[in-house]
């Protein structure tokens, strides 16, 4: 949005400014087309440079480098490492029922793998939720049933018992700053993985990332 705030700036002020310098180039007694043409291309020039000079700093930096995307929503972390310290940096982690939901689902599914591969697996959760193809809340995703499976092993098991009490804190703050908008960039928009041991027949589904013992597709 600033991006574009900046090149419709940059515009009006072109417009602005270079109104009277084609006025002038117009009446121009030259009869030489080339030479008429050149003080054309001189004013726009002119006119351009002087349109870019009167930005702001902030709007001169959004038009070199762009607008930076996230998916943090207001009140998410603004900056995601994925270390153990970051983590420890994050207030106590409480939650509804969807959080609770996404804890289990990254501690029974991820915790042996890196802090990276367990992100990526509350990536999946939550792309599915945004996807029309799944259901609209992490429960429903996480405890789906099709063809008499789980979408998630450790569903079908009934075994939900966290006894692992570092773990089950590591999930816990992952969890939180996921649904608290933390970017989703390990995956690339995946909504199923998959142990490198096994060999689903998937179809035509894309892999876009191989994480620790995961692969991951869209």
């Known amino acids: 949005m600033c991006l574009h705030l900046s090149r419709?700036?940059?515009?009006?002020?072109?417009?602005?400014?270079?109104?009277?310098?084609?006025?002038d180039v117009t009446v121009s007694q030259s009869n030489d087309p080339s030479t008429l043409f050149g003080e054309q291309f001189a004013s726009l020039f002119g006119a351009e440079h002087a349109a870019v000079n009167a930005l702001a700093e902030s709007q001169l930096s959004a038009?070199?480098?762009?607008?930076?995307?996230?998916?943090?929503?207001?009140?998410?972390?603004?900056?995601?490492?994925?270390?153990?310290?970051?983590?420890?940096?994050?207030?106590?982690?409480?939650?509804?029922?969807?959080?609770?939901?996404?804890?289990?689902?990254?501690?029974f599914e991820a915790r042996g793998e890196t802090l990276p591969g367990q992100f990526a697996v509350a990536e999946v959760i939550l792309n599915r939720v945004d996807s029309p193809d799944f259901p609209s809340t992490v429960c429903s995703v996480v405890n789906a049933r099709g063809s008499g499976a789980c979408a998630f092993s450790y569903v079908c098991s009934g075994y939900?018992?966290?006894?692992?009490?570092?773990?089950?804190?590591?999930?816990?703050?992952?969890?939180?700053?996921?649904?608290?908008?933390?970017?989703?960039?390990?995956?690339?928009?995946?909504?199923?993985?998959?142990?490198?041991?096994?060999?689903?027949?998937?179809?035509?589904?894309?892999?876009?990332?191989?994480?620790?013992?995961?692969?991951?597709?869209?």
């Not at 762009?66 to 207001?74: D, E, I, N, Y």
Request: aromatic fraction near 10%; proline fraction near 5%; include cysteine.
């Open 8 to 23: 419709t700036v940059a515009a009006a002020a072109m417009i602005v400014l270079t109104g009277a310098a084609f006025a």
């Open 63 to 107: 038009v070199a480098n762009g607008v930076a995307r996230s998916r943090v929503q207001p009140g998410g972390p603004a900056v995601l490492e994925y270390t153990d310290a970051w983590l420890a940096t994050l207030p106590e982690p409480t939650g509804d029922a969807q959080w609770e939901c996404l804890r289990k689902a990254v501690y």
């Open 160 to 218: 939900e018992h966290m006894g692992d009490a570092e773990a089950r804190d590591r999930a816990g703050r992952i969890a939180r700053a996921m649904l608290d908008g933390a970017p989703r960039t390990l995956t690339t928009g995946a909504t199923y993985f998959h142990a490198n041991y096994v060999r689903p027949n998937w179809g035509r589904r894309v892999q876009t990332a191989a994480i620790g013992a995961h692969i991951f597709y869209r």
